[in-house]
């Protein structure tokens, strides 16, 4: 009988906290569909809902990078089981708890909920860099550009007057726009491989 490797081991777990993640933000379109006669859409959400799915997928891809890893300390599993539990966090805070009677504001959800997003949505890049110098050696000087974000979504989240929508609605559509241009700019770069 064949042993599994230290990265299938600690993969698994990785894999299940992904896995609720995306539960979490399909469960939560589905209800939003099965509720579609009383949801007011708000299309800066819809585009946070579709960045954090598609992080969560991402997320998971990269994690196959780690296969060379010969051996896993506590530490850095922690470490790397950090990105995949800020991602499920944002994965249930994109989405009413339990829908209300009435009608569900899409656009009031948001306003009163994006301090909560944009604090850990502002971890991520964060994560991201430090995974990249620390676990899979790469250079600060391709990392740069993702200081911006985190910067970014902290100034929006400790502002305490009301930022004007068409800045959330700027920072939502870059966001989405900055996500698919680097998959398609490295679209060659994810591929599965021995």
């Keep these: 009988m064949d042993s599994i490797s230290p990265f299938e081991y600690v993969t698994v777990l990785i894999s299940i906290i992904l896995g609720l993640g995306i539960t979490q933000v399909l469960t939560g379109i589905a209800d939003l569909i099965h509720q579609s006669n009383r949801v007011k859409l708000y299309w800066p959400h819809v585009l946070w809902v579709i960045v954090i799915l598609i992080l ?29 539990i800020i991602l499920f966090i944002l994965a249930r805070l994109l989405f009413p708890f339990g829908l209300q009677e009435g009608t569900v504001d899409l656009r009031t959800f948001y306003f009163e909920n994006h301090r909560k997003i944009f604090l850990f949505g502002s971890v991520l890049p964060l994560l991201s860099i430090l995974d990249a110098l620390l676990v899979r050696d790469m250079w600060i000087d391709t990392q740069w550009l993702k200081l911006f974000f985190p910067a970014l979504l902290l100034i929006m989240c400790i502002r305490k007057k009301p930022t004007a929508e068409w800045v959330h609605q700027f920072i939502a559509l870059a966001f989405f726009t900055i996500l698919v241009v680097t998959i398609i700019i490295e679209w060659n770069n994810w591929t599965l491989s021995n």
Excluded: N
């Design 56 to 84: 969560h997928i991402q997320d998971w891809w990269a994690t196959y990078d780690l296969r060379s890893e010969a051996s896993w300390s506590l530490g850095i599993f922690l470490f790397v089981m950090i990105y995949p």
